[in-house]
């Protein structure tokens, strides 16, 4: 066969809580930041003291969602309003599934190298914690 | 009592296989394709490079949505949508439940005998490489 | 291709109540009878007044454990006891997996067509009730 | 920051078809074979006609198994005998974990690219299947 082995480019574990520190330092509230590798997986997480219990898992699942798919979760409110069977039917079907902001990807060189997830605040507050932790990069 | 067994009519393996190959090699884009048999239980499953981790649940469950009710899972909208409660309510409700396209049961001769999932690209896409996957048959 | 379809033999529903029916009818405490197709999949079930809440649940797993390996789910004792990597390794490895008594296959000339899973009792007298209900076929 | 990113290699999705056809081709008995990716993900699989259907979900926790922790599956119920809390921890610990064999990493220049894990058989056989389908590499 031809070559059976392809690259895959990902986030380090190092840039992964460099990511997280610098959403961490940026955070107005009690939040969770979450960063996945490229294939969607847990690279480093911090809960800050007094972030909502199911903060731990929105944050996980906004980075999962947005490593799958490539996109900002914030973006997913639109394509679901323009097209009415996904609008309809996407939240219960796609597991970890979130359509509200939160979710980045981390884009280098045109690639999809991991995501980050916040959640704690209003989804406006967790992108803008999240693009704070993008800047680490 | 009278004779306690009937007969089901199902996909083989090898067909299976197949119709995920033809499937794969029309798809314009990285995608899962998935094939079940008569029982929704998987047979046969490529996931193309690239495509989204999430497309592996999700053509799977599109295949099981199809074979079950027996019908195209784009074919679901219009029917949740002239039916308020089950709108609303089959996505929580049901398990494993796509209603938007990509999953077509294969039928023969008026029978289901298993079902395609495709997940990767915009539904109306994912139900194209499907039809091209029937076409192996 | 060469044909794409196969057939399954498998236990009618009105005979999955039969065999149901005649478990029920032999059993000396209150048990839960469940009868599974050829594929594992649930064709009937009865839980008896007072029958113990989880037995719900073990009278479908031995179902469905007989009806996948074709053996009664009391066999699988000596075999594990026999091979200790599976011995230590099938039961937390394997989903639904019961390895005792109260699981047996409905075989018909050679071939597994459903299976029944009888819970209530010790498993010794589990298994006499769900011979009782096999000889209903 | 140091370079943020790191490169994985993986199987690629044609390698992965090819590795669980040559696994089928040698298969005596009805099985299912999973092929998985370097992050544990499902890249391929075929269930043969008649294969159990546990086996569908054991096979791809064998390849699972084996891509994450790198070794064979058939090797763990030596470590678990030697180490008495992890004997009797591991298997309801961790999940989708089997200590026995049938599951391969697939290893490239001391890389884990990938494994493969097949179920149907007893696991002695199994793990011939899953030899035969690396042959294919």
Chains 1, 2, 3, 4 share one sequence.
Do not use: N
């Not at 380090?12 to 809580?17: D, G, L």
């Not at 847990?42 to 219990?53: C, E, K, N």
């Not at 798919?69 to 009415?84: C, I, K, N, S």
């Amino acid at each position: 066969m031809t070559t059976p082995l392809r690259q895959i480019t990902t986030v380090t574990s190092a840039a992964a809580r460099a990511i997280v520190d610098a959403a961490v330092a940026a955070a107005g509230q009690p939040s969770v930041v979450a960063v996945v590798d490229a294939a969607g997986q847990l690279s480093a997480l911090t809960r800050m003291d007094g972030a909502p219990v199911q903060a731990i898992q929105i944050a996980q699942d906004k980075a999962y969602t947005a490593a799958g798919f490539g996109m900002p979760t914030a973006q997913w409110h639109e394509v679901l309003r323009e097209d009415a069977p996904l609008g309809l039917g996407a939240g219960p079907a796609i597991d970890r599934f979130v359509a509200f902001g939160g979710g980045l990807p981390i884009v280098v060189d045109g690639q999809v190298v991991g995501a980050i997830g916040v959640s704690g605040g209003h989804w406006s507050d967790d992108v803008k914690i999240a693009e704070a932790g993008l800047a680490a990069l």
